[in-house]
């Protein structure tokens, strides 16, 4: 009978350690729902631009994976969350950073339209502490939250693949991001 309580008192302490971990002080779940999908934590990590820590970029898949091409394919529904950890971080320099991006994205193609619908999302200005979750789901596109506010959709799965290129693809905007989104760092 002791055993049984000290193993649960273990499985139980495991448990609540994987609930969740902790990324440049923000608070990063292992998993999330998606509109009824149960996601799990890929990896994760920081943006660094210029020894700037700029904001944490979470993955979240249906099962881990370290293959990024894969991921930016798959037509299976999916998760990149940004949270803002720095007010160096504004939403006109978001939006560019976005836009080269697309301008050097190694999958999928944004048309005008799409990039233009995105921008529309985020009109009001960017502080530290946003949380931004791009959310693609088969079947209905790339849904945007900006603070748990719904923005809006942009349809279409080459607008998903040229996005997720942005931090998975052959040119990330930080490749030790991506590697550490994909799980090997």
């Known amino acids: 009978m002791k055993n049984y309580f000290i193993a649960l008192f273990f499985l139980s302490s495991v448990g609540f350690s994987i609930a969740q971990q902790t990324i440049g002080g923000v608070s990063v779940p292992a998993k999330v729902s998606v509109d009824g999908t149960n996601l799990v934590f890929n990896g994760g990590g920081i943006r660094v631009k210029y020894t700037f820590n700029l904001y944490v970029g979470a993955l979240y898949i249906k099962r881990p994976s370290m293959d990024a091409n894969k991921i930016i ?9 940004l949270n803002i950890i720095s007010d160096k971080v504004t939403r ?13 994205a190694s999958h999928g193609k944004a048309t005008e339209a799409q990039k233009n619908t995105l921008k529309g999302f985020f009109s009001d200005a960017f502080k530290k502490g946003d949380k931004i979750r791009l ?10 939250y900006k603070n748990n506010v719904y923005k809006g959709v942009v349809p279409g799965l080459e607008f998903k693949k040229a996005l997720f290129s942005i931090w998975l693809g052959t040119k990330p905007a930080d490749a030790a991001l991506k590697n550490k989104m994909l799980g090997k760092a």
């Open 135 to 144: 959310e693609y789901v088969t079947g209905a596109g790339l849904k945007v």
């Open 92 to 104: 006109d320099k978001f939006l560019e950073t976005v836009n080269e991006g697309f301008k050097t």
């Open 73 to 81: 394919n798959d037509d299976l529904t999916m998760a990149i969350h």
